[in-house]
């Protein structure tokens, strides 16, 4: 059964650093372009960043531009997403996504962000 299953997460004070990864099960990974996205709470999902298959297209929305790097081992099958510099604004729970071209995309479960001071 192919799933993605987030890890890294927790709880980090402004200011510090965190590595999310994203770990495909039943799937290369590297068939496969990949988009992090983060919901906090009482707020709508939004798009971190994204990278394709290959990992040489690369985007970030504005406002991760220059904290935020995601990066990708397919050899591992892992997806990762580099966290600096974390506000309490960061807070959030954190998902990844593949892009399944003419179908839905395949999502993880998520994984818990809390920046604390």
């Known amino acids: 059964q192919a799933q993605l299953v987030e890890s890294g997460g927790g709880l980090v004070q402004i200011g510090g650093s965190l590595r999310l990864s994203c770990t495909a099960s039943?799937?290369?990974?590297?068939?496969?372009?990949i988009n992090w996205y983060r919901q906090a709470p009482g707020k709508e999902r939004g798009w971190v960043s994204g990278?394709?298959?290959?990992?040489?297209?690369?985007k970030y929305a504005e406002s991760f531009q220059g904290r935020f790097t995601i990066s990708r081992d397919n050899a591992k099958n892992v997806v990762y997403l580099q966290m600096n510099s974390l506000k309490p604004e960061d807070t959030a729970v954190y998902y990844c996504?593949?892009?399944?071209?003419?179908?839905?995309?395949?999502w993880g479960q998520g994984t818990q962000v809390t920046v604390s001071s």
């Open positions: 039943g799937f290369r990974i590297s068939n496969y372009g």
């Open positions: 996504a593949a892009v399944v071209r003419g179908g839905d995309d395949l």
């Open positions: 990278i394709d298959a290959t990992g040489r297209i690369i």
